[in-house]
């Protein structure tokens, strides 16, 4: 076994790689941009290196630098996580030329897979069931166009050298076929260094299942069962689970046996992942293999009783495989949720900013257990444009998919973060979803139950106005002592004292009283509602809250003139206008256009002088690898570009000038 290894990655993968090699006495090395250099990762490991900037492509990218800080520190193994250079073949050649051992595939195999359309020539003859579709080498798009043409509609094309997602567009239409090619090109050549696609046929109503295999040294291949990642939003995961719901004994054996025969075509060595698209009958066809350890690797653990990092080290240390495949068995079931920082109302695009709360239940860290969290961020860390979304992993184990699906609910119920947009209320929506529940799971699951996901209310107004109440009277509470003239109430001799709250919700104001009875009691009062408040401090955040008949248990957090209010319902943020401090304050200006979030301009598809009508696309950001589409709000015509293509924005920057049409 090594005594020493460097982790090339960040975040919530570094340290649970971390978390295992300390487990069995491994040293490890952390590698980090300047943006990491306090990063949770960076603690997590015995030493650490600073490799370059904060832009991936200036540190984490940069696999000369990571190999010169290998050898500095005398590691005898490089593991990879995921991302980056996961599953970059030069590095894994790299690494083998330095002397170094690569936790990981060797390079011809992540070779082999890198290319979908040459993996799925190898799975081919391999006898692994492909979707219809061309994956060739012609690129040219009326080529394409034709292909699809002949393969027939609902298409989806893919960047060959793709993942996560990102360079993918479903087209309906011969005539929407075009410009989705040119985006979809467009972001695999930002994401992957080549803009080279395939298209296939696009499978209504799939099911993403997807096998675990391992491999070893000396010959040994096993399965270690399925995960289904049908739950996805823009072709990224959302939630995944294990065992798929509906599996047979016999498709899983027939699944397994392919995936198997997959990485044996390839002499895969390591962690791998087949993915599938399945059909609601049972068919399923090779999508792609990932040639690494794969974000929802928990959930196999959970059910399986192993440690995969554990089983990545052994393996790359030249050892057999821990178990063979009759020594192998599912136990419960288990759901793994992926808490992003993005604002689902808006299509998901990524937030940033800085942690203020990041509160979760009691959970195990980085191990198998009823409630596991694996996060790579601590209360108080910024989120950055830099990387990807994801904050933390939420795992739950049960002994039933009911029994862990009910530990889920209660575990996003009890996960509160402010700060920034995240998807927490969202998974709440999407886990309590009658299509979840029921386990109808295909790809689709989020657009079939939109309207149950989306613009939904959660926490009522008046439930989070009697959570800021009971806050400003615990703080208050805290602050008197016997002298009448300390409080902060407006107490006064004879009468009742009323104090004004100014609120503001989502844009929208609200004015509520909160009045101080002679008694000692209180009355709130919010529009034409009026009724008696009384509010007990739990501790920390915790409020218990009765306002008229209903009482709630109440967790608030202030910053400043900001409030976020989290109950059974969900949360609602809120604001307190201080009259005073916003004097003076007016609107926006009607033609402004701004970015949704940091992020570089990579398209501007107008001229100053354009009429443009409502809805169409004037500009393209890019932020956290995605593309995002800026368009005109209404008719009118182009006055003024701010910016150029290539320019890095920040949020809420003004991208350009519209004149509102006549």
Known sequence: MFDKILIANRGEIACRVAATARRLGIRTVAVHSDADAQAKHVLACDEAVHIGGA?????????????????????????????????????????????????????????????????????????????????????????????????????????????????????????????????????????????????????TRPRHIEIQVFGDTHGNYVHLFERDCSVQRRHQKVLEEAPAPGMTEARRREMGEAAVAAARAVGYVGAGTVEFIAEQDGRFYFMEMNTRLQVEHPVTEAITGQDLVEWQLRVAAGERLPRLQDELRIEGHAIEARLCAENPEAQFLPATG??????????????????????????????????????????VHGATREQALARLQAALAGTHVVGLHTNVAFLRRVVASRSFVQADLDTALIEREREALFDVPGLSLPCAVAGVAACVLAEEAALQDDDPWSRRDGWRLHGAARRRMELDVGGQRHVAYLAYQHDGSHLLQLGELQLPLQARALGGDRHDVRLGEQRWTLSVYRHGESFAVFGADGHLSLTWIDPIVHAGEGGHDAGR????????????????????????????????????????????????????????????????RLQPAD
């Open 55 to 203: 832009a991936p492509r200036d540190s984490y990218l940069r696999w000369e630098r990571i190999i010169e800080a290998a050898r500095r520190t005398g590691a005898q193994a490089i593991h990879p996580g995921y991302g980056f250079l996961s599953e970059n073949e030069a590095f894994a050649a790299a690494c083998a030329e330095a002397g170094l051992v690569f936790i990981g595939p060797p390079a011809s195999a992540i070779a082999a897979m890198g290319s979908k359309s040459a993996a799925k020539v190898l799975m081919e003859r391999a006898g692994v069931p492909l979707v219809p579709g061309y994956h060739g080498d012609r690129q040219d798009a009326d080529f394409l166009l034709g292909e699809a043409d002949r393969i027939g509609y609902p298409v989806l094309i893919k960047a060959s050298a793709g993942g996560g997602g990102k360079g993918m567009r479903r087209v309906d239409r011969a005539e929407d076929f075009i410009e989705a090619l040119a985006s979809c090109k467009r972001e695999a050549q930002a994401s992957f260094g080549s803009d080279h696609v395939l298209v296939e046929r696009y499978v």
């Open 354 to 395: 800085r942690l203020r709360v990041f509160r979760t239940p009691e959970a195990a860290e980085f191990r198998v257990a009823p409630v596991r969290l694996d996060a790579g961020v601590r209360e108080g860390d910024e989120i950055t444009p830099y990387y990807d979304s994801m904050i933390a992993k939420l795992i």
């Open 593 to 656: 256009l701004t970015a949704p979030m940091p992020g570089k301009l990579i398209a501007l598809h107008v001229q100053p002088g354009q009429r443009v009508a409502k809805g169409q696309a004037l500009a393209v950001m890019e932020a956290m690898k995605m593309e995002h589409s800026i368009v005109a709000p209404a008719d009118g015509v182009v006055q003024e570009l701010l910016y150029g293509v290539g320019d890095q924005v920040d949020e809420g920057a003004e991208l350009l």
